[in-house]
């Protein structure tokens, strides 16, 4: 198999040896193109017209030609769409920020519409002063600036029995990455301060959910925020506006919107959202609870099934992102033949604990069947497992929490498929 893929030179050096050799000749057939090309010959629209002047557009949307980049849910995954999700789609972004528009959104009940005059966030409990603050209040605390990744727990559990959807948005696409402002919740308890017996936090969501979920308190004290900005804007409606948690490197159902208050207690409160959901069946019949860091995972974007090779054989940018709960990601390995040879892929932007990174491996396709997968490896050396081993260890009941490796199938014409391989 080595054999077939060999003319394929995924190495820097052959690339560069590929760019020189074939490189150049397709810069200069495109030139040659060019005598006809309408696009060249052709007076187009926007150099004839002034366009719009400055103001036409106070809040800035993206180009009319980037329309079919949106969120998007499976219709038949839920029964409505206010207890629902859509999904990120990754395949058309880079870098490693997600915009705000198209962060994947998780609603129980629907987005809170809520009016932050009104907006209050109680801290009761186990602390020796009960505390209402309002938003006003929060932006006197010392604030900071942090890039989180935020995955849901079923992100990837639709393939656990098999492959089953075609396209990285609706396999991997519960993920957004986004740089928060916020007041360290640390802070916020010291100010209530915490009795001694006060062990683990409930934070409750003011939705008509009311979502709650029990964190330790070792959790709370340390790198939980308390959100009002995502990429230097207010949080929008759809993910907590005027205010959420933010829990780095832990499951996205912890992270509750519309933050309205905080309870500190002795131990967890049992509740829907970490019994019922978020546990993990295992083979022997027994849920596994509280899995609350993610685990290091990684996907390519493109080629993908939803960015298919478009351009033919010669230079290929594959490119993924990877991402941990317990820290960085300083190398994933990719593989174009199912995992008989791996690479290691190129990092570029950049590596923040518990955030999105980027990867690059620049090849000289050959138009031959690709097997893709990719393999993160996170600062702890913990290295992602293929689907074999992860139902080794946890068998084939669950849902949450599936990590494993995923793999694309590329065709001749470069069309790429949701498969599975052993
Ligand atoms: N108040 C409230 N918080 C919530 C939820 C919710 O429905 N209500 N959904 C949770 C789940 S399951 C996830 S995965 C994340 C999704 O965050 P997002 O909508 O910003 O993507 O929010 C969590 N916080
Ligand atoms: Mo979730």
Redesign the pocket.
Known sequence: MTKIYKGMKPTRRSFLTGAAASGVAMVSAKAANAEGDPAIINKQEWNQYLGEGVDARPYGMPSQFESHVRRQDVPWLTADPVSSVNFTPLHELDGIITPNGL???????GIAEVDPAEHRLMINGLVDRPLVFTMEDLMRFPRENHVYF?E?AANTGMEWAGAQLNGCQFTHG?I?NVMYTGVPLRLLLQEAGVKTTGKWIMPE?A?A?G?TRSIPIEKALDDCLVAFKMNGEALRP???YPVRLVVPGWE??M????LRRIEVGDQPWHHREETSKYTDLLADGQARRFTWEMDAKSVITSPSPQAPITQGPGPLVITGVAWSGRGTIPRVDVTIDGGITWQQARMSGPSLNKSMHRFYLDVEWDGKPMLLQSRAHDSTGYVQPTKEQLRHVRGENSIYHNNSIQTWAVNEKGEAENVEIS
Do not use: V
């Not at 962060?103 to 009940?109: Q, Y």
């Not at 992270?255 to 519309?258: A, C, L, S, V």
């Open positions: 962060c994947f959104e998780r609603h129980h009940a935020l849901c519960m957004h969501g939705d959910s979502m759809e993910q907590g996205g159902n992270w509750i919107k519309w």
